[in-house]
């Protein structure tokens, strides 16, 4: 694959425009922990990862966190969040998509990836939810389940419209 760095910075600029306009589109699963919110926007790091490499990936993320804090939230620990959400799907699966460029290894790469980020949010959402919301840590406890199904499904759905998409949008970029 052809990797212009003027074609590349483009698409990166292009990216993380889409993923912060696909990113308004948050709406919450479960109204009993309504702080968490559904949107496609992480697609487009995923993308940028296996097109360009991890970090590329990493920077569409930040970029789209940063724009949209500035844009929309003005809430710092709700984009940390989710940058800490993005990057520890992203990372796996990039990595070890990395280890064997095939269907197989794609795959289990989102396996893991969302075990990764379903495992590390549920623990950070433990240590910053009770401080958020001022809640004590046994009520932070009783949405556990719905913290570890927000980004199990909020990721396994990323997963499956990245598995449709990646082999079209990659073959753009590959003459
Ligand atoms: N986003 C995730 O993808 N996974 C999470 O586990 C997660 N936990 C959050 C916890 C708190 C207390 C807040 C405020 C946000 C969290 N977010 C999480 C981000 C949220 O879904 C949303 O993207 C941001 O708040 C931006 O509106």
């Keep these: 694959m052809k990797k212009n760095s003027a074609v590349r910075i483009a698409t990166i600029g292009i990216m993380s425009a889409l993923a912060t306009g696909l990113m308004f589109l948050e709406f919450p699963i479960f109204p009993a922990a309504d702080f968490l919110k559904f949107d496609p926007s992480d697609i487009l790091p995923l993308l940028a990862g296996f097109i360009f490499g ?28 989710n940058f800490a959400a993005g990057v520890s799907f992203l990372l796996p699966v990039i990595y070890i998509y990395r280890i064997r460029k095939n269907r197989v290894f794609e795959v289990i790469g989102y396996v893991v990836g969302v075990l990764v980020v379903t495992g590390v949010m549920t623990v950070l959402n433990m240590l910053v939810v009770p401080v958020y919301w001022k809640v004590p840590f046994e009520e932070t406890l009783k949405l556990l389940p719905f913290i570890a199904g927000f980004n199990a499904i909020k990721f396994t759905i990323d997963s499956v419209v990245n598995a449709l998409l990646r082999e079209r949008i990659a073959r753009i970029f590959e003459n």
């Design 54 to 81: 991890p970090l590329d990936g990493v920077l569409v993320l930040l970029i789209k966190d940063l724009l949209f804090y500035l844009l929309k939230s003005g809430d710092i620990v709700g984009i940390m969040m």
